[in-house]
């Protein structure tokens, strides 16, 4: 069973430009969540869709933002970037389903260098 | 500028050693608690999960701690291996969606 996949791995581009992220997830997963890491503020949540919708947001500016796919896959999109989104993002698919959170797996990451 | 990073907490422990890290967490409405792995130059790895009806899961090698009443969480590595040398992370979530929020991290380092 393939894992979580995300495109591109790595990523530069200058600052005021956009950017999007891809992750397919794991097949028969629902639900896929982005995740930014940094050096200066660890792994922090940015939003999660679940069949199409948006169901729950971070605390990230609106130059962030996602959707999802009717096959589950999932992109972000970073607009007039800023140094301070260099960072890696992650995204995590689960099941999504029933009242009761599931295991989530973690893509590789996409490496974004903003200069 | 140079930025500024989170200065994680280190635990070294010498091969073969059992290894507890732990972690403290901020929500009360948090029910669902997870530990990952994270190897440089990867994503998190899921280690073991523990629903807050519980106070204690077993795994392979690793057990996971729960005291709701302090708001804290362990895990517990039996026998350490070098490959066990990772950023370890715990995580919270309330019910029903998958908001997740991620302590900082702890570095172990397996000492040969």
């Known amino acids: 069973k393939a894992g979580v996949t995300q495109t591109p791995r790595y990523l530069i581009k200058t600052r005021g430009q956009q950017v999007t992220l891809s992750c397919s997830p794991i097949s028969g997963h629902r639900s896929v969540s982005w995740y930014q890491q940094t050096p200066g503020q660890g792994l922090q949540f940015l939003f999660e869709?679940?069949?199409?919708?948006?169901?729950n947001k971070g605390n990230f500016p609106g130059r962030f933002s996602g959707r999802q796919f009717s096959n589950s896959r999932s992109e972000m999109n970073v607009s007039t970037l800023e140094l301070g989104d260099s960072a890696l993002y992650l995204c995590?698919?689960?099941?999504?389903?029933?009242?009761?959170?599931?295991?989530?797996?973690f893509g590789q990451g996409t490496r974004l260098t903003v200069v | 500028g140079e930025s500024v990073g989170l200065h994680l907490p280190t635990l070294s422990v010498q091969e073969g050693d059992n290894s507890i890290i732990n972690c403290a967490y901020s929500?009360?409405?948090?029910?669902?608690f997870i530990w990952y792995k994270q190897e440089s130059g990867k994503g998190p790895q899921f280690i073991i999960d523990i629903r807050s009806n519980m106070d204690k899961r077993q795994g392979q090698r690793v057990t996971v701690l729960l005291n709701k009443t302090v708001k804290h969480l362990s895990l517990q590595i039996a026998a350490t291996q070098p490959g066990d040398s990772a950023v370890y992370f715990c995580a919270e979530s309330p019910g029903g969606y998958q908001k997740v929020t991620f302590g900082i991290g702890t570095k172990l380092q397996v000492i040969p």
């Open positions: 995590a698919s689960s099941l999504g389903t029933g009242p009761l959170n599931t295991e989530a797996f």
């Open positions: 869709y679940f069949s199409e919708t948006q169901r």
């Open positions: 929500n009360s409405a948090s029910d669902y």
